[in-house]
Structures are given as C-alpha cells and as structure tokens.
C-alpha cells in the first residue's frame, strides 16, 4: 500500500466531484435487464468494443483481476437494443432534432431502408433492391466518383480487410476511417522517423517504467482501464507527468473501481503538470532537448550508433532562444526546468499522445517532436520505455494497417505504382495507384458535385467533422447516400436524392467472429455470439455482396467459406499479421512486433536507423483581444455522447472552460453566458472557470464543431487531419 499516493479517507472519494463507478454498474444491470443473458456473455466473453487498449472477457495480457470499465458498459446499450419499428422512420423529419442519444435509445436498425427526394421518411424495401440500387450506382458513377468511409465503432480487421479490398476491385481510391482524424498524424510521424507507425512498447512497460510522460491526452476519461495500469505503476514508484493545457480531475486523482485500495481512497496520479498552450508543444519540446544538450544529459552510446540526424537538431536548437521558446510554449523556466528534473533522472520513460497532439494544423511537427525527445535518452527499443500514440477506439490501429485507408495499402504500406502492382498479384486485378480522397476531402469534393455515391458504415461526418452546416450541405448534394450501422443518426436524416439504410451486424454477432488490433499491436480473437436482430447482416459479407454484384467476374475472390478461411488471406497478404488465421477462442491472440518494437536500435527505416527531425516551433500569434479555442471530451465515447453531465468535472456540455484570469480582465464571472464567434460560426456557452493558459479556452465536442473551419488551410498538409482549433472572440450573451 502507498499511504503517500492518497487521496483522501472519504470512501470512495464520497462527497467529491467523480464518476460514481459503482452506481453505473448498477444502471447498466437495468438498462439491459431485457437481455440480461446476452449482455453478460458479452462482457465475459467478446473483446471490448471500447478503447484500443484490449480486454477479452474481463481479462487482458499484462495483469491479473477484472478489467471493466464505464465505457464497455454504456456501450452493452446497443449490442443489447431490440430492433426498431421500420415504421418509426416514416417520419424522419420529426427525428431530426432528437440528440445522438435519443436515438439510440429508439433501437436497433433492423431492416433496408429508402427515402427519394420529397418523401417524408423511410420506407422498407429488401436487400436485393438496397443492393442492386448501390451496385447500380457505383457501375454508373465509376470508382472515380464513389467514397467509401468506415467508423470504428467496434468494426473488424476481417470487415476493413473486405471492405478495402471491395473498394479497390470496384476502381474506388478514396476509402477512408477514423484513423483520418484522429491518428493520422502519428502514422506519419512515427513512420518518417522510425520506420514504423505503430505503439513501439506493451502496456507491462507502463508498470515498469520510471516515468510515464501524458501528453495532449485524457485517459481517465477515453481509456479509463488505462487508470488501472497507471496505479500499479505507481505502486511501484512510477512518476508521471501531464503534458496539457488543463491539468484534468481524473489525471490529478482517480478511484479504480477494481481495487480496493483504490476504490477507497483514491490516488493520486500527477506528479508534475507542465501547462504548454495549445501549439506550443513543439516549442516545448525544443526546449527540453536544448535544456539536455547543455546539461550533457543525453544517451550519446544510443544516438551515434542508432540514429542520424542528430547533428543537424542540435544546430536548429543552437538557432532557437531559450526565451522565444518558452514564450511560444506559454511556460516559465522554473516549468520546463522541473519537467527536464523529472526527464533526466528518469533511467526508462513512456511518451504517450493522443487527440491533443495530434488535432492541429501542425500536429505531425509534434509527433516528431516527442520522437525527438524520446530519441535524446534512448526511449526507445527496451523494457520501461516507449513511444506510445494511445488509441481511442478498438477498430483504428486496424482500420488503416488492413487498408481501409486513402493513403494506405494493407499492411500499412505506401499507394504507389509499385506497391499497387505487388497487391494486385496477390488479389487478381487491378489495384488503383494512387492515394483517394480523404475524409474531410470527401466532403469537399461532395460540396462540388464530384461525388456520386457516398458509402458509409457507421460515423457520423455531421458530429465527427468540422462546420456542420456546410457538411450538411455537402451530404444533401450527393445522388446516393448509403448508411449502414447498428442504429440510426442524425446524418442519416438529411435529405437526399436517394439515401439507403443498411442494417449491420454488431462485433460480437459476426458471423465467425472476427479480430481486433490493440494499442500495444497485439491482435485479439472475439467469438461470434449468436444473435439475430431483423435482418442485420455481417459487414464482411456484404461488403463481398456488392463487390460481387459490381464484378461478378471477380466473384471467386470474395466467396470466403468461412471466417477462418478469410483470415487466412489475410495472414498471406499481410505477413505483418502472421498467426490471425489460428485464432480462435476468447483471449487468443498474437502480437505482431513483439513486446518492443525497434528492439536493440534496430529500426525498419532505409538505413535501419532512426532519423531526429530538425523543427522550428510555429509561431502561435493571437489577434488583439482574441483567444484560442481547443476542444475536448466529456462523458462521451468518441462521439458518442453520454450525458449532459461530466462527472469527472460537473461541467455541462455548453461549459466553456476559461482561466479565472481572462475571465476577470473581461469582467466575467463562473456560470456567466456568452458568445463565442470564430470566422465560421458561433456558439453560445457558461462559463466554466478553471486553470488554463493565458487567451485560451475549452468547449466540448462535438458542439464546437460549429466554431472549427475546414478546407486545405484548416488541417495539416501531410496527414490530413482536421485542426480542431480556432480563433475566437468572446463576449457576454
């Protein structure tokens, strides 16, 4: 027991600001009672459809007891839901103002459903008549004019695998997923520098590390299992350190509901908050190296005989004032002094990001940053150490390595001629060479009539994307949408020429079963469950369905027998995946990599080194009066939102979340109403006063979508990704 780690004697942390875990066990157990069975089978037997951190059952692979979480709970509402009367969507202009949860709470999607320009609602029509209309469409549109986009709700390696394969028998370049706007900008980074887009460490080296660095992330909140890695490592003497504008509740104390030691008294889990301003992160990183650098803190043996480009970071340090950089990461020197204390006597550390780091407009600047820093002291390659982008949904590390991805082939690899011709060996036809349109570019290319078929299993761009309204716009332009997913959204009721719905099967009642790949790279086996819910389908088949439909003549290779016998594909075409064919029972697994990836120095780049990246800090400069305005989460799930209530904080999903200090010189004052206006919108919120950065502010996602601009200039050039920031102006409402 750690005395020192508590964080107080009310049990249970009764009487303060946090999620009542217990409670919530309780709601689920009645939220579910109608399925009570099923829903127990899921839990103790599927792999969570939650976060990437990889639960089978209520176990994992690195420690032993119960792994549960809010998350996994809330999430039994829809692998439980019964089916929806067809006749509830007759009328979706009475759906479209219900919020993402009401209509959830409607049920499950159940059968194929139509809406032509001018009527109301839905009508049901057959499978046949849903899938020769799609086929139809995409023969008379050509791939160059269809978008595919997948979610990564709970989807299947076996689903992006078929789904990216369709596409490109079908001529369609542009598929896309989630990993578009949240991950992107890892994959690059971490692919320039060491070779490898993935997690180089396991969740044991989180245990064992000396300090686990949290940067531009919120565990507690998007990962909450990860708290329970967190407490045993600080059991055994673990420091960690947030790196993050506002230092959250739940990263300075949390309850794991698991442990009794915890659930009673709570830990503290912060040792050091550093709060860079947003886009200062590459400013601050700088001036951590330059701090090494001058103090000889660095691990010479590792940087000459397994990387390059060190010569070249040091001259652009040399070039960048310790003062302009404190200033571009709005720190003090006594800040980034006690970080480089904590960095420095540290003999392992685990760097982690996530939507923080990577939601900017120069957010693959900042994956290499860290990578530098990591680099600097030989964090990389060893026990205790690592570089790790922690995912935020199951299906993302797996979404872009199977290939459904605009810039991306199975295994990762680059869309170019040669590349594309090697997989068309193995597939039987051709395979387009060039990289498709990416999410937020399918929008776009929609908005001017280049788009003629939208497909879509799952997401929701009108959440998930920046400035709803002119997203709107864009999906009421395209001739055929199509929406397949287990329940319905809002996207689902903008009107169209002709939109289809598509009833799909959850993760856990694919036929077969299927796999999922972990933040830690290690791909886990979720039996099928048997359940029927109206006429929902297994996405791997029915993405194999139309392809067949569009080309019959290549109808032999999407006729898998069997699950098992489409892994086995899988394994051939992608050998990183080697042993996903042998999977299955609940809790086999294999973990590609091993637990270290470049394990001894050795890195798969073209020298076998890994490469320091030379980065001038962007310059972060606010109009008079002006302040900058990050998003963040809630009580949500992605995009999923949970309640109107956080409870890790008590703010409300209109919170605005402002620094007592700009508050006061604008003769503000908590629970105040105002008005923030950016150059695409305005969205009106209450105050929330707390710790922040001087000139910036916090609202919830995705209600600030409303304030966040899109085009070429509103995402980093390279991967992509919507920066989901913006310059705004605030006044009383």
């Not at 900008?185 to 949290?214: F, M, N, W, Y």
């Not at 967190?230 to 509740?249: I, S």
């Not at 050091?272 to 947003?278: D, E, I, K, S």
């Not at 009106?684 to 916090?698: F, I």
């Amino acid at each position: 027991m750690r005395r020192d780690l508590w964080v107080g004697l009310s049990p249970n942390g009764l009487g303060q600001q946090k999620p009542n875990h217990y409670l919530d066990m309780l709601r689920t157990v009645w939220d579910n009672r109608a399925h009570p069975k099923y829903a127990f089978d899921v839990l103790t037997k599927g792999v969570c459809d939650g976060c990437a951190l990889g639960v089978a059952g209520l176990h994992d692979w690195t420690i032993d007891g119960v792994h549960l979480c809010t998350t996994r709970l809330r999430l039994l509402e829809v692998n439980t839901a019964d089916a929806i009367d067809p006749l509830v969507l007759a009328d979706a202009e009475a759906l479209r103002q219900r919020s993402g949860e009401e209509l959830r709470l409607l049920g499950r999607l159940a059968y194929p459903m139509r809406r032509n320009a001018g009527e109301r609602g839905f009508r049901r029509i057959s499978w046949d008549e849903a899938l020769d209309a799609l086929a139809v469409g995409i023969r008379r549109a050509g791939g160059e004019r269809v978008a595919l986009y997948l979610t990564s709700r709970g989807l299947t390696n076996e689903t992006y695998y078929v789904a990216g394969k369709a596409a490109r028998a079908m001529g369609i370049a542009s598929i896309d997923s989630a990993a578009r706007v949240c991950h992107a900008p890892s994959t690059l980074g971490l692919k320039q520098t060491i070779g490898v887009a993935a997690t180089t460490c396991s969740l044991r080296d989180v245990i064992e590390s000396d300090l686990v660095v949290i940067w531009g992330a919120n565990p507690a909140n998007n990962q909450p299992v990860f708290m329970k890695y967190l407490y045993l490592a600080r059991q055994r003497g673990t420091r960690v350190a947030v790196v993050n504008p506002y230092l959250e509740p739940g990263l300075e104390r949390y309850w794991v509901p698991s442990n009794v030691e915890s659930a009673l008294f709570g830990t503290r889990m912060c040792d050091l908050h550093v709060p860079v301003r947003p886009g200062g992160d590459v400013a601050f990183a700088n001036a951590v190296l330059k701090r090494l650098v001058e103090a000889g803190a660095i691990d010479r043996r590792f940087i000459e005989a397994h990387t390059e480009g060190w010569d070249e970071l040091v001259s652009t340090l040399e070039r960048q004032p310790i003062e302009r950089l404190l200033d571009g990461a709005g720190l003090t020197a006594i800040q980034l002094d006690a970080f480089v204390d904590e960095y420095t006597r540290a003999r392992s550390a685990i760097l982690l990001w996530s939507m923080g780091i990577t939601q900017h407009r120069d957010a693959v600047a900042g994956v290499q940053a860290i990578v530098n820093l990591a680099l600097a002291r030989g964090n990389v390659g060893r026990d205790g150490a690592g570089l790790m982008p922690i995912r935020g949904h199951s299906g993302v590390q797996g979404g872009a390595e199977m290939g459904a991805y605009a810039t991306a082939l199975p295994g990762g690899v680059e869309v170019n001629e040669a590349n594309a011709a090697a997989l068309a060996e193995q597939w039987g036809f051709e395979v387009p060479s060039r990289p498709g349109l990416t999410a937020p570019e399918m929008v776009e290319a929609a908005e001017r009539g280049e788009i003629d078929v939208l497909w879509m299993s799952g997401g929701n761009f009108l959440d998930v994307l920046p400035d709803p309204r002119r997203v709107q716009a864009a999906l009421s332009a395209v001739p055929l949408r199509v929406h397949q997913d287990i329940v319905v959204s809002s996207q689902m009721f903008v009107p169209g020429d002709d939109v289809i719905l598509l009833p799909v099967a959850t993760r856990y009642e694919q036929e077969g079963g299927g796999t999922e790949t972990t933040t830690e790279r290690r791909i886990v086996f979720s039996p099928e469950i048997p359940r029927r819910v109206g006429e929902a389908r297994s996405e791997w088949r029915l993405f194999a369905d139309v392809a067949i439909r569009v080309r019959p003549e290549l109808a032999a290779g999407f006729r898998w027998p069997t699950n098992r016998d489409l892994r086995t594909e899988i394994a051939r075409v992608v050998p990183l995946y080697a042993g996903i064919e042998t999977l299955a029972r609940t809790g086999d697994a294999v973990q590609w990599g091993g637990r270290h990836l470049g394990e001894g120095g050795a890195f798969p780049t073209p020298s076998g080194r890994a490469r320091f990246t030379p980065l001038d800090p962007p310059a972060v400069e606010l109009p008079e009066g002006a302040f900058m305005v990050s998003t963040r989460r809630g009580r949500q799930f992605n995009s999923m939102v949970w309640g109107d209530v956080d409870p890790l904080t008590g703010a409300r999903r209109d919170a605005v979340y402002m620094d007592e200090r700009d508050a006061r010189a604008l003769g503000l004052a908590e629970g105040d109403r105002v008005v923030l206006t950016s150059e695409v919108g305005e969205m009106v919120g209450t105050l929330e006063l707390t710790r922040l950065p001087a000139r910036t502010v916090q609202v919830h996602w995705p209600e600030g979508n409303v304030l966040i601009g899109s085009g070429p200039s509103h995402r980093e050039p390279g991967s992509k990704v919507p920066d989901y920031n913006a310059v705004v102006t605030i006044r009383p409402a």
